[in-house]
């Protein structure tokens, strides 16, 4: 069960944030077997080449990074070695050169020059060789003037002694200094979480730095090993694919001076598009983290790498805040640097929620494609606009004033809405009221005024009797003969 701690004055309280009821910690899922890591967590790779042949010796032909990548206890048995043959050696060529010259036998005899003064056994010639090598000069065995020989030997032993001396200091000076023990002091979160952030579903880790010697330029990297079999069936047992932690942004250049969260957002292009806490349970990957920069006290490029596999992403948590402001600076507290507590999550990948998020939306609204067609209109008074500019002077004039697309426009907004009554009237009213400049005022003067002038007409044929008759504010028809309304309806239709 998560626990999440509150801070009230000096102290911390536990609080649990478990989702289950009762305080009971949820269900644990079973063990897995041991997971095959691709890169240890302390970022050893588990790879071992073998079945070499004849390529054996293309490491002696780079014999100085073969000394410096092996183990130390290595390197310390050829130092070792590489210095007792050379001094045997060197000695033994010093004891020979007196074995050949007789010195041995004649160093007591002080009217006798020997090749080197006092020198007539194997550990006095190796105590010359020390002295001379080591410029340690005590003064009593020297090299005289009568022995060319020695005068050579001497002159190859100091460039041998220079070249062995740069070839194994240098090579145990570049490993104590190699990079690898600044990457010692490079921390990386021991979990990764799955779990909201700004509104999407995001993948982080945390990344720290215990030294107050910065890294320059530092960047991050990640590789999501997975297997997978390409459509040609071809099955690819170590596919790495990029996952974006911010080279599009620059959030991927980090300022490593206080532990940073290193967040992937899961979008489409994300290999965890459909991930999900279910179905992560059934996965197999593993998350390579790189980081890269260059040591501010040497220069030297530093590489710190580290991995996640399946069972170490923890789904619904956020790391623990670590650090705090004090009086006058800001104090981190790397006890809390792998902590996590669990938040409210939805279990579902960002490819269900996307779905989900489009069944449950309505339909298009008609405002849209109201909207959609007020554009076209727009566009084809538009396009009229252009056709007017490109008529003859005497055709513009006719056509009327430059303000003559602009009442188009106004009267094209409300041609939907007169659509289905100007349907209903007569082809003589319809062509009447399709006359740029008649409102709706003079349509209906002129409707009432048609409709009128057919009834004044009939009413003025009558005969006297029948106009009087018609004038009575009564309806004509029910006071004529049978007769005279079936003329006056044959009249009238």
């Not at 921390?187 to 910065?214: C, P, Q, W, Y």
Request: net charge neutral; proline share 6%.
């Amino acid at each position: 069960m998560s626990a999440l701690r509150r801070k009230l004055g000096d102290e911390y309280q536990v609080v649990s944030t478990s989702a289950s009821g009762g305080g009971l910690p949820p269900p644990r899922s079973a063990p897995r077997g041991k997971r095959q890591r691709f890169v240890d967590k302390n970022g050893r790779c588990n790879v071992q080449h073998g079945n070499l042949g004849g390529e054996t010796s293309r490491y002696l032909s780079d014999l100085f990074t073969t000394l410096v990548d092996l183990k130390w206890r290595w390197n310390l048995f050829i130092f070792i070695l590489t210095y007792t043959v050379a001094w045997l050696f060197m000695a033994s060529m010093w004891w020979v050169i007196a074995y050949m010259r007789g010195d041995l036998n004649k160093a007591h005899d002080d009217s006798y020059t020997p090749c080197v003064a006092n020198v007539y056994n194997f550990p006095s010639a190796f105590l010359f060789f020390i002295e001379t090598e080591a410029t340690i000069g005590y003064g009593y065995r020297y090299i005289t003037d009568k022995c060319p020989e020695g005068i050579i030997l001497f002159l190859f032993q100091s460039i041998l002694g220079s070249i062995v001396d740069a070839f194994l200091i240098g090579c145990m000076f570049i490993k104590m200094s190699q990079p690898k023990k600044r990457a010692e002091t490079l921390m990386f979160s021991e979990h990764a979480a799955i779990s909201m952030r700004d509104g999407k579903l995001t993948l982080m880790f945390r990344v720290g730095n215990l030294r107050n010697s910065h890294m320059v330029s530092a960047q991050i990297r990640c590789k999501l090993l997975k297997s997978r079999q390409t459509p040609e069936g071809e099955f690819l047992p170590l596919d790495q694919l990029e996952l974006d932690v911010g080279f599009s942004t620059g959030a991927d250049q980090l300022f490593l001076v206080s532990p940073l969260t290193i967040c992937h957002v899961i979008d489409a292009k994300s290999p965890f598009y459909e991930l999900s806490q279910r179905s992560m349970r059934s996965e197999q990957f593993e998350i390579v983290v790189i980081l890269e920069g260059i040591v501010e006290t040497t220069g030297m490029t530093c590489q710190a790498r580290t991995s996640y596999t399946e069972d170490e992403v923890l789904w619904g948590h956020r790391f623990f805040p670590v650090i705090s402001l004090e009086e006058g600076f800001f104090k981190v507290d790397y006890s809390q640097f792998h902590a996590t507590f669990e938040v409210p999550t939805p279990p579902y990948s960002v490819k269900e929620q996307e779905e989900m998020l489009l069944m449950s939306s309505p339909l298009i609204p008609p405002a849209v494609s109201n909207s959609k067609e007020r554009n076209n209109s727009v566009e084809c008074l538009d396009g009229l606009d252009e056709v007017g500019t490109k008529l003859p002077s005497k055709l513009q004039k006719i056509t009327g004033r430059d303000d003559f697309p602009k009442k188009l426009l106004r009267m094209s907004s409300t041609t939907s809405e007169k659509a289905y009554s100007m349907g209903d009237l007569p082809m003589k009213l319809q062509r009447i009221s399709s006359v740029p400049g008649n409102s709706e005022e003079k349509l209906g003067s002129k409707t009432t005024k048609m409709m009128s002038d057919p009834m004044s007409q009939s009413v003025a044929e009558l005969p006297p009797k029948l106009q009087k008759l018609s004038g009575g504010g009564g309806r004509m028809e029910g006071n004529l003969p049978p007769k005279l309304r079936k003329m006056n309806s044959d009249r009238f239709t």
